[in-house]
């Protein structure tokens, strides 16, 4: 019987031993993290407003900037900048990206970005039907910290036939990677 109640107390007395080794002054863990792609985008330029500098009848023109950052896979990666005219000049008597009153109006633009993004080739013309190309991104690209900047240089046809008074179209830039 002492036998079996020094076995109980020697047992006990290691199992006190061991919760009380679990606790320290100092203490570890490890810690993972998965670093993904991402993308973000700021337009710098609230409103652009195109102006008709020069020549009469000399197409409108403006500038909008904005900042990106971004950071795709190493391996396949790839990234986009587009932009959509998500709302047409209104009203309807002056110009219009969708239905332009006359046959080769039409409003352009070029891009300017800097590295890693790749800017648009030529003269892009808008659309209200699809996105149209901005920039691109290859693999394993990585903005600065405070982003890269980029900007898009508007072209907008100057027809007599548009009726006098003040329009506003919206256009959305959208950034992604992978």
């Not at 080794?21 to 993972?32: D, K, R, V």
């Not at 023109?61 to 998500?86: A, D, M, P």
Request: one cysteine or more; charged letters at 5%.
């Amino acid at each position: 019987m002492f036998k079996k109640i020094a076995m109980v107390v020697f047992a006990v007395s290691l199992m006190t031993l061991a919760a009380q080794a679990q606790f320290n002054t100092t203490g570890t863990t490890s810690m993972s993290v998965t670093v993904a792609a991402e993308a973000s985008l700021q337009v710098n330029t609230a409103t652009t407003t195109l102006a008709n500098v020069g020549t009469i009848f000399n197409a409108y023109t403006g500038t909008t900037n904005f900042t990106y950052k971004v950071r795709t896979t190493k391996t396949g990666g790839t990234g986009t900048i587009t932009l959509q005219v998500t709302s047409d000049f209104s009203p309807a008597t002056g110009p219009s990206i969708a239905t332009p009153p006359t046959a080769g109006d039409a409003m352009t633009y070029t891009c300017t970005t800097t590295a890693p993004a790749t800017g648009c080739v030529g003269t892009v013309t808008s659309s209200t039907s699809a996105a149209t190309s901005v920039a691109t991104f290859g693999t394993n690209a990585h903005s600065a910290s405070a982003g890269n900047a980029g900007s898009v240089a508007w072209s907008l046809t100057d027809d007599p036939t548009y009726t006098t008074g003040a329009y506003s179209a919206t256009v959305t830039l959208t950034i992604s990677a992978a």
